[in-house]
C-alpha cells in the first residue's frame, strides 16, 4: 500500500494507546487526541514544497526557505474530525480551516453530506481532510470527492486508526490521495465500527453517547 504511510514514532503509538483504554475519561481523551495530532502534523507535512527567499537577519541578508503557495487548509469531517483541530493549528496556526458535515446513514453505512464550507480561492491549497477515523471509507471518500470540486492543489488524509476496508475503498475512490494514521486495525465489526478500535470517537471526545 505505497499510497499509506504508518506513523510508528514511539510518542505517536503510546498516545494511541492511552486513547483506547476504556476508562480514559473525555477530558484526557481530548488531550490525547490533540497532542497525538500535532505530533502527526509534522509527519503529514514533511514533504510541503518551499521556496528561497530573500531575509535579513540581525547579521546579515541571506536565503532561508519559506513554505510555498497559499495557506495550507486543514478539512475537518465533522463531527469528530474538529477534535483534531486545535493540535493541528498549533503547529500550523496560520492554516485555513474548512468543514465537510456528513453523517452515516445506520442502515447503508452510506455517508450523507448535510454541510459543506471550505475558505475562498482554494485553488492553489493544499488541503489535509481530517477524521480520528477511517472505517468503512464512505465518508472520507464522499468528502474528497467534494473537495475536489473546489480545485485545491493537492489533499492528503490523515486520521489515527484505519481499517483495511477503510483504506480500500478511499485508495478505489481516490488513488492518488495518500493516508495519514497512527494505526491500521484489524477491520470492522458488524455495525461498520474499527476492532479492536477505541469506540466512537465523536462520543468519547465530546462525552456524548
Known amino acids: 500500500m505505497p499510497q499509506v504511510h504508518h506513523v510508528t514514532h514511539p510518542l505517536v503509538q503510546h498516545k494511541l494507546t492511552l486513547m483506547r483504554m476504556k476508562d480514559s475519561s473525555s477530558n484526557s481523551f481530548r488531550t490525547l487526541l490533540n497532542e497525538l495530532a ?25 536565503m532561508s526557505p519559506m513554505i510555498d503557495g497559499k495557506k495550507l487548509t486543514f478539512a475537518s469531517i465533522l463531527r469528530a474530525g474538529n477534535g483534531m483541530l486545535d493540535g493541528l493549528l ?4 496560520n492554516a485555513r480551516v474548512g468543514h465537510v458535515g456528513l453523517y452515516r446513514d445506520p442502515d447503508t453505512l452510506q455517508a450523507v453530506e448535510y454541510y459543506f464550507k471550505m475558505p475562498t480561492g482554494m485553488e492553489g491549497r493544499d488541503v489535509i481532510v481530517v477524521d480520528p477515523m477511517l472505517a468503512t471509507g464512505n465518508s472520507a471518500a464522499a468528502a474528497i470527492t467534494k473537495i475536489k470540486s473546489a480545485k485545491p492543489r493537492s489533499i492528503k488524509f490523515l486520521c489515527l486508526l484505519a481499517a483495511p476496508e477503510g483504506i480500500s475503498t478511499l485508495h478505489a475512490a481516490h488513488p492518488e490521495v495518500p493516508i495519514f494514521t497512527a494505526a491500521i486495525d484489524r477491520g470492522l465489526n458488524d455495525h461498520g465500527y474499527i476492532v479492536p478500535g477505541l469506540g466512537d470517537a465523536g462520543d468519547r471526545i465530546f462525552g456524548t453517547r
Open 38 to 62: 500535532a505530533l502527526m502534523a509534522y509527519e503529514v507535512t514533511r514533504d510541503m514544497p518551499v521556496v528561497d527567499v530573500e531575509i535579513e537577519t540581525p547579521m546579515e541578508t541571506m
Open 90 to 93: 498549533s503547529v500550523v496556526p
